[in-house]
């Protein structure tokens, strides 16, 4: 996202009641401009550091992946593929598996911390 769009929605989040914001190191995120509106409003930024994959969730997901599909050897490409989608279709019909490496406590508190509009798009 370009840095004005970004400003734009600090500024939404703002006035939603958002205090916090925890993101990437992202052009946008770190613009001077971004800041500036953040600053105005209050609203604190926190950014990741710059490699931080145990911030990450979906890394919990890939990590379970590879201990499902690494290892043996595959007659091909396909057959690989293959394996993979069997893994993804099992934790798919899983939920509370994937809930278990993605939710953690701190990710959990702060989304029932959310004012209940912004649910939505999560």
């Given at each position: 996202m370009k840095k004005e769009a970004v400003a734009e929605q600090v500024k939404e989040w703002h006035k939603a009641g958002v205090q916090a914001v925890v993101w990437d190191?992202?052009?946008g995120h770190r613009s001077l401009h971004v800041r500036d509106v953040a600053q105005q409003l209050g609203v604190k930024l926190v950014q990741q550091p710059p490699y931080a994959p145990e911030l990450n969730p979906a890394?919990?997901?890939?990590?379970?992946?590879?201990?499902a599909v690494e290892g043996p050897l595959y007659a091909d490409l396909n057959a690989k593929v293959a394996a993979?989608?069997?893994a993804l279709l099992q934790l798919?019909?899983?939920p509370q598996r994937v809930k278990s490496l993605t939710a953690w406590r701190w990710i959990q508190q702060a989304y029932d911390a959310l004012p209940s509009s912004n649910t939505a798009f999560l």
């Open positions: 190191r992202s052009g890394e919990r997901v890939f990590e379970e992946l590879r201990r993979v989608e069997t798919a019909a899983d």
